[in-house]
């Protein structure tokens, strides 16, 4: 059994691991798209969006119902993206931690 020192040592390299990551997922890129492409939303893996891109050739009145879609889409794509690159990660992260199955991090 570890000493309570060991413990909250590790748990403070733990915490700074942690802070480290989080920042590092704001560095990585995600893009959704949806409408074949004609859509499409960048994203950083932390969920902060980046930019939108519309192909011209929606760009029209009668579009806008199908343009309001696509956007929903993409975005929901690539939220999608950006909670998978965060999972795997955070994944590297608690590897080698002995924690409880399920239990997530941070806190």
């Known amino acids: 059994m570890k000493s309570i ?3 909250l040592k590790m748990a403070a390299n733990v915490q700074d691991e942690l802070a480290k990551a989080q920042a590092n997922l704001d560095t990585i890129e995600v893009e959704g798209a949806a409408g074949g492409g ?3 939303v960048r994203a950083s893996a932390k969920g902060r969006i980046i930019g939108v891109a519309i192909d ?3 760009l029209a009145p009668s579009e806008k119902t199908m343009i309001e879609d696509l956007v929903a889409a993409a975005f929901n794509d690539a939220r999608a993206k950006a909670d998978d690159i965060s999972g795997k990660e955070m994944g590297k992260m608690t590897a080698g931690l002995p924690l409880p199955p399920g239990f997530k991090l941070p806190f």
């Open 38 to 40: 004609l859509v499409k």
């Open 56 to 58: 011209e050739s929606l």
């Open 5 to 7: 020192d060991e413990i």
